[in-house]
């Protein structure tokens, strides 16, 4: 009920008090945009030609011909003494690398926020669920509410985030920063919820990985 909790000994969840389940982690090598990626070393994507990142996944050992054969740990299955194959899958908060050259929160309700700023007074929102993968909920809204250049003093605005049609993404333009630059966003998830303030500096402009 809450994979966000992690420990090294058997017990109970201290959120919802029902028992800790054995689970198997490993740090692996995969890719921002194709998270089914795994691999064991540092490379690159084979879909995308991305750099590949270290993120954590759960590793579980199944059986290929009876797939409700599952152990925690490598071994043979006990129905026809075949070798256990591993599986790797995605971890709640196992990933927490930017997927865009921005920089990267987790919110209060373990979704993740991502704003880059990859023009003069372009920058871009993206948001993506507990296991870092992109979408676009229904209620998602952001806006800037303060902006300051390489001066450090900032000012007040209230420039709303837009939808684009390049996917999952909102866009909002304000006046040329001079960098370094930092800018406030307050972030509402669902209609229904509160705004959530996360402060964002930049260095540079962003950049895509490559």
């Known amino acids: 009920m809450h994979p966000e909790v992690v420990t090294d000994a058997a017990g109970s969840c201290p959120i919802c008090r029902m028992a800790l389940v054995a689970v198997r982690l490993d740090s692996v090598w995969s890719c ?6 795994t691999k064991f070393a540092a490379g690159r994507c084979p879909i995308d030609g991305r750099s590949l990142v270290q993120m954590i996944k759960a590793v579980s050992f199944t059986c290929p011909v009876h797939p409700k054969v599952v152990d925690v740990n490598p071994g043979r299955c006990p129905i026809d003494k075949r070798p256990l194959v591993a599986n790797y899958s995605l971890r709640p908060h196992g990933d927490h690398n930017p997927k865009h050259g921005g920089q990267f929160f987790m919110a ?4 993740h926020v991502e704003v880059t700023h990859p023009a003069a007074g ?18 998602f809204a952001g806006r800037i509410v303060s902006i300051a250049d390489a001066s450090g003093k900032p000012a007040d605005v209230q420039v709303p985030f837009a939808r684009t ?12 920063l001079a960098l370094p630059a930092t800018i406030a966003v307050k972030v509402r998830f669902q209609a229904d919820d509160q705004e959530y ?6 260095l540079t402009y962003s950049k895509e990985p490559t």
């Not at 921002?32 to 990626?37: A, E, G, I």
């Not at 303030?197 to 930049?202: A, L, N, W």
């Open 32 to 37: 921002q945009l194709h998270p089914d990626v």
């Open 122 to 139: 372009v920058f871009q929102l993206y948001v993506y669920d507990d296991y870092s993968r992109p979408f676009l909920p229904k209620g």
């Open 108 to 111: 209060p309700n373990n979704w």
């Open 197 to 202: 303030r996360f402060d964002f500096p930049f």
């Open 165 to 176: 049609p390049r996917g999952p993404v909102l866009e909002a333009r304000v006046p040329r």
